[in-house]
Nanobody
Framework: EVRLEESGGGLVQAGGSLRLSCAAS????????IGWFRQAPGKVREGVSC????????LYLDSVKGRFPISRDNANNTVYLQMNNLKPEDAAVYYC????????????????WGQGTQVTVSS
């Protein structure tokens, strides 16, 4: 059974940090790119960052560049999103997703999805 499980969300003040984790199982993890997406109430789900299967290539939404480094640990089937200098507009449910042929932040390229973790940023 394929599983992606996000953790690390919570409530933080603006300017603070959180580290999200995405633990994967049930598929060959190091064959898949992993993406992070977010969806705020009333808004479309948008791609935040993705990392290639090897970890050698990364991509970021312009508004998070320099604040949200993404990394992966293929030995432990986990991807991380370190979120620094959080802003109220970063508040959303954050999802991780796995895609075999993914190299962008387009949702349609991703095959498996987690259930999401809530990030709330107070001003």
């Amino acid at each position: 059974e394929v599983r992606l499980e996000e953790s690390g969300g919570g409530l933080v003040q603006a300017g603070g940090s959180l580290r999200l984790s995405c633990a994967a199982s049930g598929f060959t993890f190091d064959d898949y790119a992993i993406g992070w997406f977010r969806q705020a109430p009333g808004k479309v789900r948008e791609g935040v960052s993705c990392i290639s299967s090897s970890g050698g290539d990364t991509l970021y939404l312009d508004s998070v560049k320099g604040r949200f480094p993404i990394s992966r640990d293929n030995a432990n089937n986990t991807v991380y999103l370190q979120m620094n200098n959080l802003k109220p507009e970063d508040a959303a449910v954050y999802y991780c997703a796995a895609g075999y042929y993914s190299d962008s932040l387009h949702r349609g390229e991703y095959d498996y999805w987690g259930q999401g973790t809530q990030v709330t940023v107070s001003s």
